[in-house]
């Protein structure tokens, strides 16, 4: 079946450094791919998607390309902030089918000043 | 501010007790959803409305039953819950029939069985 698996957490950074979160995915056929982000005490939030190959989906500083080849969608910022500290889960919906949303574990992020 | 809103934002019952959690959108989607969600976990889906009909159940038990009275509301009636049912329970919304809509997610109801 369907899978989403993210590099385990918590990741911890100072300010100003640079991000990565790995994101990699099973699945038949060409999904949509999703970064959601979720801070304390909150629901989840769409951060950036995209939704077929070689599409790089952008937000807040935030990056990931869909790349079919590595079946990946790694999350990138360049200069992470204190507020940027939650925790980001990758995940994909099947363009058929059901339509179900598959969740990676979560990757926890906390950044220090 | 979420476009989705949950009521209510903690909730505390007994065994023995009967609850409603109550979720609302008003941005015209037609497909909603509830989730549960353990600490440090993702999102666990429960159910799926599609065009204010039952579409998906994901197996929960009947002690959980959902309704939806409107394209708007979402309701999940609560009876005779258990301790380790204790979860942010989330709601959330998207276009349906469409992979590539986003879901939008209220902040949840905070729910502790005693």
């Known amino acids: 079946g369907d899978s989403v698996t993210q590099m385990e957490g918590p990741v911890t950074l100072s300010e100003e450094a640079f991000l990565t979160i790995n994101c990699t995915y099973t699945a038949t056929g060409y999904p949509s791919l999703f970064w959601y982000v979720q801070y304390p005490g909150e629901g989840l939030q769409l951060l950036l998607k995209?939704?077929?190959?070689?599409d790089k989906g952008s937000n807040k500083g935030f990056e990931a390309t869909y790349r079919k080849e590595t079946t990946s969608f790694h999350l990138e910022k360049g200069s992470v902030q204190v507020s940027d500290s939650a925790v980001y889960f990758c995940a994909l919906t099947r363009n058929t089918g059901g339509f179900k949303t598959i969740f990676g574990a979560g990757t926890r992020l906390f950044v220090k000043a | 501010d979420t476009e989705v809103t949950q009521t209510p934002k903690h909730l505390v019952m007994g065994m023995t007790n009967k609850k409603s959690l109550k979720c609302e959108q008003h941005?015209?989607?037609?497909?909603m959803y509830w989730y549960k969600q353990k600490a440090k976990k993702p999102p666990e889906l429960m159910f799926v409305?599609?065009?204010?009909?039952?579409?998906i159940n994901e197996s929960v038990p009947s002690r959980f039953s959902p309704e939806c009275p409107n394209s708007s509301l979402l309701n999940l009636h609560l009876h005779a819950l258990q301790p380790e049912d204790s979860a942010l329970y989330l709601c959330?919304?998207?276009?349906?029939?469409?992979?590539?809509?986003?879901?939008?997610f209220g902040n949840g109801t905070r729910l502790t069985v005693t």
């Open positions: 959330a919304s998207s276009q349906a029939g469409q992979g590539n809509s986003p879901l939008h």
């Open positions: 409305y599609s065009y204010e009909k039952l579409s």
């Open positions: 941005m015209g989607h037609r497909a």
């Open positions: 995209a939704t077929k190959a070689d």
